[in-house]
């Protein structure tokens, strides 16, 4: 069973700044090509934010390109979405998300709350 963990939600003020984490259950990390981020904000769809695929390549969402940036550590089986210049547009629970094939995904983690202060 695949089991997805994130952190590092919380309250910040617009402007600035947060981490968050995933850490998937190390029997299935290396079998999993794609790890992404989606959020769904109160009364709003879920989107996704950030996605990233074994070998690097990433894709963001219009609003979040040039503020947020996702990365993996394979030897960590961790995911993360730097978050910077935020605003209350952002506030949402964040879900990790992974997938076994190329830009897809088939797993989600309970999600972690962000909200930004305006």
């Known amino acids: 069973q695949v089991q997805l963990v994130e952190s590092g939600g919380g309250l910040v003020q617009a402007g600035g700044s947060l981490r968050l984490s995933c850490a998937a259950s190390?029997?299935?990390?290396?079998?999993?090509?794609?790890m992404a981020w989606y959020r769904q904000a109160p009364g709003k769809q879920r989107e996704l934010v950030a996605i990233?695929?074994?070998?690097?390549?990433?894709n963001y969402a219009d609003s979040v390109k040039g503020r947020f940036t996702i990365s993996r550590v394979n030897t960590k089986n961790t995911v993360y979405l730097q978050m910077n210049s935020l605003n209350s547009d952002d506030t949402a629970v964040y879900y990790c998300?992974?997938?076994?094939?190329?830009?897809?995904?088939?797993?989600w983690g309970q999600g972690t709350q962000v909200t930004v202060s305006s």
């Open positions: 190390l029997s299935i990390f290396s079998s999993i090509n794609t």
């Open positions: 998300a992974a997938g076994r094939g190329r830009w897809e995904v088939d797993y």
């Open positions: 990233i695929i074994s070998g690097g390549s990433t």
